[in-house]
């Protein structure tokens, strides 16, 4: 019983680690879930993916009609995760 646990919790670490990193890749070029309304603002704005708003400046995305400190607040910290910035 414990070889074949083994052997299904190796089956899974092979398929978990190229999901993971699908996932990031993924992740990176779509906008992170924020609320509707600032999403529809980004969209309007030309932002389709998260790696498109690094480098932008925070106080240009504060500007959008629909975009609040929490929305900024979720975009930092995905970009944070992914090693990027608002400028």
Same mark, same amino acid.
């Given at each position: 019983?414990? $070889?074949? %646990?083994?052997?299904? %919790?190796?089956?899974?670490? %092979? #398929?978990? $680690?190229?999901?993971?990193?699908?996932? &990031? $890749?993924?992740?990176?070029?779509?906008?992170?879930? $924020?609320? !509707?309304?600032?999403? %529809?603002?980004?969209?309007? !704005? *030309?932002?389709?993916?998260?790696? +498109? #708003?690094? *480098?932008a400046r925070r106080a240009d995305l504060a500007t959008l009609h629909g975009m609040g400190p929490k929305a900024?607040?979720?975009? +930092?910290?995905? #970009?944070? +995760? &992914? *090693?990027?910035?608002?400028?």
């Amino acid at each position: 019983k414990n $070889v074949g %646990r083994m052997r299904r %919790r190796e089956r899974c670490s %092979r #398929l978990l $680690v190229p999901l993971l990193i699908c996932w &990031h $890749v993924v992740l990176i070029d779509v906008l992170p879930r $924020v609320g !509707a309304p600032a999403t %529809r603002a980004l969209n309007a !704005a *030309g932002y389709t993916a998260l790696r +498109e #708003l690094a *480098g932008a400046r925070r106080a240009d995305l504060a500007t959008l009609h629909g975009m609040g400190p929490k929305a900024l607040g979720i975009i +930092e910290n995905a #970009l944070k +995760e &992914h *090693g990027l910035g608002l400028g």
